[in-house]
T-cell receptor, first 114, second 111 residues
Framework: KAGVTQTPRYLIKTRGQQVTLSCSPISGHRSVSWYQQTPGQGLQFLFEYFSETQRNKGNFPGRFSGRQFSNSRSEMNVSTLELGDSALYLC?????????????FGPGTRLTVL | DAKTTQPPSMDCAEGRAANLPCNHSTISGNEYVYWYRQIHSQGPQYIIHGLKNNETNEMASLIITEDRKSSTLILPHATLRDTAVYYCIVRVGTGANNLFFGTGTRLTVIP
């Protein structure tokens, strides 16, 4: 079974631009979570989607948004990019999103904001 | 979710067992212990999890103390490819589905 895939793997943007990242979960998984990883803050939870609805949200500004499609694929969008948004963005999927479900991570998208 | 404490770094000789400790003294009865690892700049990889009994899979063994206040992840025969940051996470069995990653233990396997 294929794992979680994320596209693109690397991205370079400039301040003020917006960016859209994509995540395809493991087949059959309906929950998709997004995380941001930076050297200073470590791995932090952004939000979780289940059945096309945002179910949980971390402590990030409204510039960070996401959505989930009927096939469980998910996208996250960051508008008005800031230098501090440079990070590894990780997507994780699980069957139902229950806290007893194991989350499996994709390889991440490395975003660099210049 | 309960807080975890892990040593910042450890070394292990190749071929020897790597024993990574985790302290979770405030763990509640319905909280699971999960272990992930992250090899440089890759996504975290799930290793193993448990509630109160010891667990073993093809990658590792998880030993949880009887009072559940600490656990040890054991990699039985460490290889150079096991060099990574290892995260111990406790998750409550209900509620929000998100993982709280601490700073982890950086394991270096030495040839």
């Amino acid at each position: 079974k294929a794992g979680v895939t994320q596209t693109p793997r690397y991205l370079i943007k400039t301040r003020g631009q917006q960016v859209t990242l994509s995540c395809s979960p493991i087949s059959g998984h309906r929950s998709v979570s997004w995380y941001q990883q930076t050297p200073g803050q470590g791995l932090q939870f952004l939000f979780e989607y289940f059945s096309e609805t945002q179910r949980n949200k971390g402590n990030f500004p409204g510039r960070f948004s996401g959505r989930q499609f009927s096939n469980s694929r998910s996208e996250m969008n960051v508008s008005t990019l800031e230098l501090g948004d440079s990070a590894l963005y990780l997507c994780a999927s699980s069957f139902t999103g229950a806290t007893t479900d194991t989350q499996y991570f994709g390889p991440g998208t490395r975003l660099t904001v210049l | 979710d309960a807080k975890t404490t892990q040593p910042p770094s450890m070394d292990c000789a190749e071929g020897r067992a790597a024993n990574l400790p985790c302290n979770h003294s405030t763990i509640s009865g319905n909280e699971y212990v999960y272990w992930y690892r992250q090899i440089h700049s890759q996504g975290p990889q799930y290793i193993i999890h448990g509630l109160k009994n010891n667990e073993t899979n093809e990658m590792a063994s998880l030993i949880i103390t009887e009072d559940r206040k600490s656990s040890t992840l054991i990699l039985p025969h460490a290889t150079l490819r096991d060099t990574a940051v290892y995260y111990c996470i406790v998750r409550v069995g209900t509620g929000a589905n998100n993982l709280f990653f601490g700073t982890g233990t950086r394991l270096t396997v030495i040839p």
